[in-house]
């Protein structure tokens, strides 16, 4: 859930400002979600809160007895611009080839033929796709309705 949070708030900026600069950490605990980040744009330009509720919302989290109500929940923000040193070193007067990724990243995994070579993902990690893709789907259509949206293989 927190990832996805974290990604519909960096699409939100991007949609106002494709140039944008978005590093969002979320994390949720006793029904509060906490906004963590540095970004380029303004609060003016993006409503963080609203795209973080209508993110939960949308994954199914919409009632306490699930563990988290998008339109109930605390959301604390701490969401400030960017440290101009990191903006220096990355972006900021670089050709676009020279751009660099900042102190951000996610990586897993590795690149492997042992499966499926348009994705290059391993086995595992594609088997699992596929066991959390038919969860959601048995959960949204009812024939699982006991699952939640935090289901996990």
């Known amino acids: ?26 994390a949720s605990k006793s029904k509060t979600l906490c906004l963590l980040g540095e970004v380029s744009c303004t609060k003016e330009q993006v409503d963080f809160e609203a795209v973080a509720r209508k993110a ?18 605390n959301v604390v923000q701490v ?8 903006a220096n070193s990355v972006h900021t007067g670089k050709k676009l080839e020279d751009i660099g990724a900042g102190d951000q990243g996610i990586m897993f995994g590795y690149a492997t033929d042992e499966y499926d070579m348009k994705t290059l993902h391993p086995l595992s990690h594609q088997l699992s796709c596929r066991i959390n893709e038919e969860m959601a789907r048995l ?7 006991w699952l939640r949206p935090d289901c996990k293989s």
């Open 1 to 26: 859930m927190c990832d996805q949070v974290s990604d519909a708030i960096v699409d939100a900026c991007i949609k106002v400002d494709p140039t944008a600069r978005v590093a969002m950490e979320t």
């Open 56 to 73: 939960v919302t949308d994954i199914g989290f919409n009632s306490w007895e699930q563990g988290m109500c998008g339109a109930e929940m």
């Open 79 to 86: 969401i400030e611009a960017q440290d101009e040193n990191i």
């Open 139 to 145: 959960r949204k259509n009812g024939e699982l309705a």
